[in-house]
Each structure stands twice: as C-alpha cells, then as structure tokens.
C-alpha cells in the first residue's frame, strides 16, 4: 500500500492510499519542495530549489534551477522514474515547476506541474 502525500484519513477512518502511479507523483513533489538538511536520516535529500527562488533571477538562475531539479530527481528517484524535461517558472510569488518523466515500471509518460506560493 502506498501512503496518500500530504498524510491523510480517508473517508473510512483509515490513513488514506494512493495508486503506484500517484504515489510516484507525490515522490516527485517530495523531492522538488524538500530543502537539503530538512529530513533527519537523509541530509543530502531534496533539491533545493526553495532555497534559489530568493536568488537574483534571469536565464542563468532558470538553467541552474531547471538542472538542479533534473539532478535530484535523477539521484532519488533514478529507478523509479526517466526525466525527459523540467521547466521552473516564477511569477509574482508563484513558483510553477513542471516536470516530464516516464515512469519506468509501466513506461508510461507522464508531464506535471507543481505550484508553490513562495513570500519573498
């Protein structure tokens, strides 16, 4: 069983689940917005990229969040997932990412785009 993200109960009382497919999109999302540091037993996991919204922005801070988020996904979820493309997007205090992977197990391509309000 694949535990819903964020933790939720169901409408039976229980901790909700999830589909293998959306739990792979919930491991997505759990890489993208988990700052390095922040997860007790794995220091080095996310991808940082909260931390790049504060940075002076242009083309160069797009190429290096676009290639940090392909770089973390790849190093924690490489077996589950082949990233094709990532698009990271700023828009007053909007950050929008949108990510194309196949999933391996069904090689099903699959494009998603994940929102966070940011306060600068």
């Not at 979820?77 to 990271?88: D, S």
Request: zero cysteines; a negative charge.
């Amino acid at each position: 069983m694949n535990l819903d993200y964020p933790l939720r109960v169901d409408g039976r009382g229980r901790t909700a689940g999830t589909s293998d497919d959306e739990h792979v999109r919930d491991l997505v999302e759990q890489v993208l917005f988990t700052a390095p540091g922040e997860r007790v037993n794995r220091p080095t996991f996310g991808s940082g990229l909260l931390d790049l919204v504060f940075a002076p922005g242009g083309d160069a801070l797009a190429a290096a969040a676009e290639f940090t988020v392909q770089g973390a996904l790849q190093q924690w979820l490489g077996e589950l997932i082949q990233v094709e493309a990532v698009q990271v997007g700023m828009q007053d205090a909007e950050l929008r990412v949108t990510v194309q992977y196949v999933i391996r197990r069904s090689q099903q391509r699959t494009v998603e785009s994940f929102l966070r309000q940011v306060s600068r």
